[in-house]
């Protein structure tokens, strides 16, 4: 398994305990960027962490396929899906501190024309 995959489902599932954490009826319904991770690694036989296992609410033993199944099925029935800002009031995230960065104009003096 790839080092980028493994490092991205590890942020969607400690971001999943974050998101379960708030009580069911102001969760917001779960972002669409948990998708791509919860498809990768529907085929990946490896053993998730059991610190994963528990976080997910599987069993020890369980698998990456097992662990992305647990996120599917919490995209299942939705109809919406919520833009990164207004998921991001909900729950605590990392990549909020990235998103609110302004863009900053590029230095070319190092390539003289």
């Not at 995959?5 to 708030?22: G, N, P, S």
């Not at 009826?25 to 948990?34: G, I, S, V």
Request: charged share 25%; net charge negative; proline share 10%.
């Amino acid at each position: 398994m790839h080092p980028a995959a493994k490092l991205q489902f590890a942020r969607i599932v400690d971001e999943f305990v974050r998101w379960r954490a708030i009580a069911e009826p102001e969760r917001p319904p779960a972002p669409a960027w948990w998708w791509g991770a919860a498809f990768e690694m529907r085929d990946v036989a490896d053993a998730l962490p059991s610190r994963w296992c528990r976080q997910l609410r599987l069993n020890d033993g369980a698998t990456y396929a097992d662990g992305a199944a647990a996120l599917r099925r919490t995209m299942a029935d939705q109809t919406l899906v919520p833009w990164p800002y207004d998921f991001s009031r909900m729950v605590a995230s990392t990549d909020s501190d990235v998103r609110d960065l302004h863009v900053q104009p590029s230095d070319d003096s190092a390539f003289p024309p």
